[in-house]
């Protein structure tokens, strides 16, 4: 059940992480893909606002993994350098989500093998300059719900 949104600035990216953050718990996952540039790091900061994260979220590109404390520990990855599973298993994904909300960028190489229920947002840029098309991939009821819920709210800035 694929669901596209229109952002259509960085404020509004940064509301529609804070929906996700304000309803995200422990052991909930996201994976995040677009290009560079797209909005990824901006719906992060969106989503540490709503866990009540005050500390300034920045990209983990090349720290692989940042994690801050809010309501919940949020764990945010960039997979972006890792090129095969191998590479990933120093991670112990089931650490990460057991222990609070985990947040992967470029998360293609763990996504199907590791993982059965999670919510994949695809951030595609659109016509004008800082609007994105935001697709939701959700997999498991959890996160098909939650997409329902984000389907329906507005994140017009």
Do not use: C
């Not at 920045?58 to 945010?76: A, D, E």
């Not at 985990?102 to 059965?116: P, S, Y």
């Amino acid at each position: 059940m694929e669901k596209i949104l229109l952002i259509q600035s960085a404020e509004a990216m940064i509301k529609l992480g804070e929906f996700l953050g304000e309803r995200a718990r422990p052991g909930d996952l996201f994976f995040l893909s677009g290009e560079l540039g797209a909005g990824k790091t901006t719906l992060v900061k969106g989503i540490a606002k709503g866990m009540k994260i005050e500390s300034e979220i920045t990209s983990p590109t090349f720290q692989l993994l940042k994690t801050y404390q809010g309501k919940y520990r949020l764990n945010h990855l960039d997979l972006y350098r890792l090129g095969s599973i191998a590479e990933t298993e120093i991670l112990e994904p089931e650490e990460l989500t057991e222990n609070g909300v985990t947040v992967i960028e470029w998360g293609d190489v763990l996504k199907e093998r590791l993982f059965n229920e999670y919510l994949e947002i695809v951030i595609d840029f659109s016509d004008t300059p800082d609007t994105r098309n935001v697709t939701l991939l959700p997999s498991g009821s959890r996160y098909r719900r939650l997409a329902e819920e984000l389907n329906h709210a507005d994140f017009r800035s």
